[in-house]
């Protein structure tokens, strides 16, 4: 098995690294584009082209250790991959390590996110996305992708930001004091403040590939034009880890374009530059 960014053996150790790193490659439910089950694999691939020196932080984050642990996959239906992740998670949870999560597509995060939301009491949850993805149910389970923040909503303090696309159901289940649309982004500077001032002390973060804009970010199942720009992404990610305790992330929705490596790369790069901003 690689493993990310191609680092030393004695910087992967199961044992002594401090991030895990678990990848969910399912892709049972997604309604376009497929391909996110082989996302994980591009995403390691491109990471042995990283340099390990992170020059907005001055650190080389990968000696805090980063052991990537055996994929979680071979589910039969959406239940049992949310029965499955959920019951991972916590177990992770009890090993004293911060956690991360590499997808597949956004119905991963619904079984970690419970788990999250039990172990830490008023959880936060960040969703960074072009979709809402709030319906208590699509095509007929609620562990389908267009779900995925929908029990968040119900049971964290959820936060969400870079929304640009939602059926006009979606809005009986949204905060829109909470919600920090692209559009508005767009037109003020103040919006990254005051997301975080809404936010409690714990952070966990849901990051959709498909909230960058489909220029750079092109390799999702829904690219949706009008996304954040990489500046955007990072200026305000290390605000976050800065100002609150980020206790985990997922990355999700990564569906690889034959003969584009860029988005990949990005992915890796994005990847790195959190647990930059974590550990520094």
């Known amino acids: 098995m690689k493993t990310f960014g191609g680092i030393e053996q004695k910087y992967s150790d199961q044992q002594t690294s401090k991030i895990y790193l678990q990848s969910i490659p399912y892709d ?10 082989k996302g994980f694999d591009a995403f ?7 340099e390990l020196y992170d020059i907005h932080t001055n650190y080389e984050v990968y000696k805090e250790g980063i052991h990537t642990l055996p994929e979680l996959n071979g589910f039969c239906s959406p239940d049992e991959m949310f029965r499955r992740t959920y019951q991972k998670t916590r177990e992770l949870l009890m090993r004293d390590r911060f956690l991360t999560f590499f997808g597949g597509e956004h119905s991963i995060s619904i079984g970690i996110i419970k ?6 009491e008023g959880l936060t949850v960040l969703q960074i996305d ?13 562990y389908n992708h267009a779900c995925a923040l929908h029990m968040a909503s119900r ?14 159901s979606e809005r009986d289940h949204m905060d829109t004091h909470k919600c920090y649309f692209a559009h508005e ?9 005051e997301s975080i001032r809404q936010m409690t002390d714990d952070v966990y973060i849901t990051l959709d590939l498909d909230a960058f804009d489909p220029s750079i970010m092109p390799a999702t199942g829904t690219p949706e034009p009008g996304g954040l720009s990489w500046y955007t992404m990072i200026n305000y990610l290390s605000k976050v880890f800065t100002q609150r305790n980020v206790v985990g992330f997922d990355i999700v929705e990564l569906a690889p374009i034959e003969g584009n490596n860029a988005p ?6 994005l990847y790195y530059k959190m647990l930059s901003y974590k550990f520094l």
Do not use: C
């Open 185 to 193: 982004i767009d037109e003020y500077e103040s919006w990254m403040g």
């Open 130 to 142: 072009a979709h809402a993805d709030l319906r208590p149910s699509y095509n007929g389970s609620p």
């Open 28 to 37: 049972g439910t997604s309604t376009w584009g497929k391909g996110s089950d």
């Open 155 to 168: 049971t964290t303090n959820l936060i969400q930001v870079g929304i640009r696309s939602m059926d006009s």
């Open 44 to 50: 390691m691939e491109a990471s042995q082209y990283l």
């Open 264 to 269: 990949q790369f990005l992915a890796a790069k």
């Open 115 to 120: 788990a999250y939301q039990e172990y830490y």
